[in-house]
T-cell receptor, first 113, second 116 residues
Framework: DTAVSQTPKYLVTQMGNDKSIKCEQN?????MYWYKQDSKKFLKIMFS???????INETVPNRFSPKSPDKAHLNLHINSLELGDSAVYFC????????????FGNGTRLTVT | AQKITQTQPGMFVQEKEAVTLDCTYD???????LFWYKQPSSGEMIFLIY??????QNATEGRYSLNFQKARKSANLVISASQLGDSAMYFC?????????????FGTGTQLKVEL
């Protein structure tokens, strides 16, 4: 299946821990993103990479570090997790040109206790 | 100012009826794009339809059409012949400018419920 796949689907962890979310796309896109959806369903961009280069870096705590080993993969590592990090994290991909829709993964629900 | 405003937090529609979900936007860019996404209760984000600022025709995709009124800065989604499976959260989003990738700014969403 052609898709954006992210793992894990659910992540429950304690405050202070470090965790990673992995994302892969096989759509042949050159640009990948991380979005955060909060408890009120509001979606906000965190990062974007184009061909492994960081092109969008919103105001995100530096505990969040994206890594793109190649243009088909974009991982998100989070250090020292806090309660406020609880959210659904979506990976997405697209072509760089402006009319290319973003294709989203199914999301990772992160719960920090 | 909000870049994307969706003023209807919740909407109800009867099956087989048409429904319009409102979206207004704010930008000073000449080149921009407007997107609609559907998020069912299962959580995935599904792309529905796209309208570019220079597109002269309103976009249509099956039962979805976009009522684009540039002067009013509105990009309403029209769903015709509603089905039970259309019950979901709907998000309007905008991309501004032509460079820097597809950074989308999302609205707060409209929860649509289709009733028998």
């Amino acid at each position: 299946d052609t898709a954006v796949s992210q793992t894990p689907k659910y992540l429950v962890t304690q405050m202070g821990n470090d965790k990673s979310i992995k994302c892969e796309q096989n759509l042949g896109h050159d640009t990948m993103y991380w979005y955060k959806q909060d408890s009120k369903k509001f979606l906000k961009i965190m990062f974007s990479y184009n061909n492994k280069e960081l092109i969008i870096n919103e105001t995100v705590p530096n505990r969040f570090s994206p890594k793109s080993p190649d243009k088909a993969h974009l991982n998100l590592h989070i250090n020292s997790l806090e309660l406020g990090d609880s959210a659904v994290y979506f990976c997405a991909s697209s072509h760089l040109q402006g009319n290319s829709p973003l294709h989203f993964g199914n999301g990772t629900r992160l719960t920090v206790t | 100012a909000q870049k994307i405003t969706q003023t209807q937090p919740g909407m109800f529609v009867q099956e087989k009826e048409a429904v319009t979900l409102d979206c207004t936007y704010d930008t000073s860019d000449q080149s921009y794009g407007l997107f609609w996404y559907k998020q069912p209760s299962s959580g995935e984000m599904i792309f529905l339809i796209y309208q570019g600022s220079y597109d002269e025709q309103n976009a249509t995709e099956g039962r979805y059409s976009l009522n684009f009124q540039k002067a009013r800065k509105s990009a309403n989604l029209v769903i015709s012949a509603s089905q039970l499976g259309d019950s979901a959260m709907y998000f309007c989003a905008m991309r501004e400018g032509t460079g820097g990738g597809n950074k989308l700014t999302f609205g707060t969403g409209t929860q649509l419920k289709v009733e028998l």
